[in-house]
């Protein structure tokens, strides 16, 4: 894909976004992977309650550039690219940021990485479970509720499609199941991202 065009979408993502934490030294970089209805949403809400972070989250920067969703392969792609981009834009500007994505596959995830590492961002990697019998209660009251806190059009047939692509995150990350407190796991991110 052309350069400028990942360009003008990263704009448009970035515009999208409103206020920006305060900018520090050291930038934290939080990575929150997950299957659809695993909580990662919200967990990633009750971390930027915490941490002064800004969170992109992949099915609302999808829909900001691409109102009608289609989830192809190269609207995926296109979306990715400009997401990356906007990520090393806010960490280069020291931004602290969450990003809230399913990022199942080890080889998406080697991209984040290498950005964390080539600007020397504190990477913190998350990964989100829940029980099965857990996540199909949520996607099926998300497929009824109109006032959803979700942007994810994921149900469960999309969650039993993704399963078989889920890959073990090769560093060190922290690991939290949405259905038990998730207080304990809050606060080592938290002390982490403040080190």
């Known amino acids: 894909m052309a350069e400028t065009q990942v360009v003008s979408d990263a704009q448009q993502l970035s515009e999208s976004l409103g206020q ?57 792609s296109r979306l990715f690219q400009a997401v990356h981009h906007l990520i090393e834009g806010l960490l280069k500007k020291g931004i602290p940021l969450i990003l809230d994505a399913t990022n199942l596959s080890e080889r998406y995830r080697e991209h984040l990485y290498h950005i964390a590492d080539h600007l020397d961002a504190k990477l913190i990697l998350v990964r989100v479970e829940a029980p099965p019998e857990v996540v199909y209660q949520r996607l099926k009251a998300r497929s009824i509720e109109t006032n959803s806190e979700s942007s994810s059009d994921a149900d469960w047939a999309v969650f039993q499609k993704m399963k078989s692509s889920v890959q073990k995150i090769s560093r060190n990350h922290f690991a939290v199941d949405t259905s038990r407190d998730i207080t304990p796991v809050l606060d080592k991110i938290v002390r982490e991202a403040n080190k």
Do not use: M, N, Q
């Not at 992977?33 to 915490?50: D, H, I, N, V, W």
């Open 20 to 76: 920006l934490p305060e900018p520090v030294v050291k930038p934290a970089f939080i990575v929150v992977s997950g299957l659809p209805g695993t909580g990662k949403s919200y967990f990633c809400r009750k971390l930027a309650e915490r941490l002064p972070f800004i969170i992109l989250e992949s099915d609302t920067l999808r829909k900001t550039l691409f109102p009608a969703t289609t989830y192809s392969p190269p609207e995926s």
